[in-house]
């Protein structure tokens, strides 16, 4: 049994009353993080984001999901569902194979069949949409995850990610719309966002820098 990155947990609950509170930085308002979001709507903006920034995704995202009938919950897919979402993910340069990956993503989530789907999708993003679809332990880590947890002084990104993500699931997140797992992670997305970057760390007015073991 593995145990937990030392110094996940006071990092954890830091970065949560941060992302939580009351910061005009904190939380990017993104549309899949309201309330009312399905889990086929998150697991599958997952699998749109695997190739293109979460800005150009949110720009385009109530037009590609608004009335999307293949991700309603028992839809029976045809090609002609296939087809529809084809186009409306086509402004985002991404065609046929994307919208079969996010139909795969739809059944397997509808069924409750999780096997190794492949999909297609690198391991980050299969972290991610198991993190939001509540499947078992993840440790998703991308160039954003993997430079906030060397720079604050973890040497294992993947030991850090399952940690928090882990810590998340066992004491809760927040909102409560969103999976705990998943929000952590989008938690420490949104801190290498705005505070730990990737040209330089703003350390001194970082909100978890008490707890950050870099200091
Ligand atoms: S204190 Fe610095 S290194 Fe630590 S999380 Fe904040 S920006 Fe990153």
Redo the contacts with the bound molecule.
């Keep these: 049994m593995s145990t937990a990155a030392p110094g996940v947990e006071p990092f954890a609950r830091q970065l949560r009353a941060w992302w939580l509170g009351g910061d005009t930085w904190r939380r990017r308002g993104l549309p899949w993080r309201e309330e009312g979001v399905t889990t086929l709507e998150l697991a599958a903006t997952e699998a749109l984001m695997a190739q293109t920034p979460a800005d150009v995704v949110a720009f385009h995202w109530w037009a590609i999901f608004d009335g999307l009938r293949l991700l309603e919950p028992g839809a029976m897919v045809g090609p002609a569902d296939v087809e529809d979402l084809a186009r409306r993910v086509a402004p985002l340069g991404l065609g046929d194979r994307k919208a079969r990956t996010m139909v795969s993503i739809a059944e397997v989530v509808t069924t409750g069949r999780w096997t190794e789907p492949g999909w297609g999708l690198g391991p980050y993003t299969l972290g991610m949409v198991r993190l939001a679809t509540g499947q078992g332990v993840a440790a998703p880590v991308d160039t954003n995850v993997s430079r ?1 947890a060397r ?2 002084g973890w040497s294992d990104p993947e030991d850090f990610s399952r940690s928090l993500s882990g810590w998340a699931t066992a004491h809760g997140w927040g909102p409560d719309h969103l999976p705990p797992g998943y929000a952590a992670l989008s938690a420490v997305m949104d ?1 290498g966002h705005v ?2 970057r990737a040209a330089v ?3 001194l007015v ?1 909100p ?2 008490s707890e ?1 073991p ?2």
């Design positions: 906030v720079r604050a801190l505070y730990c760390g703003s350390c970082c978890c820098q950050c870099k200091w």
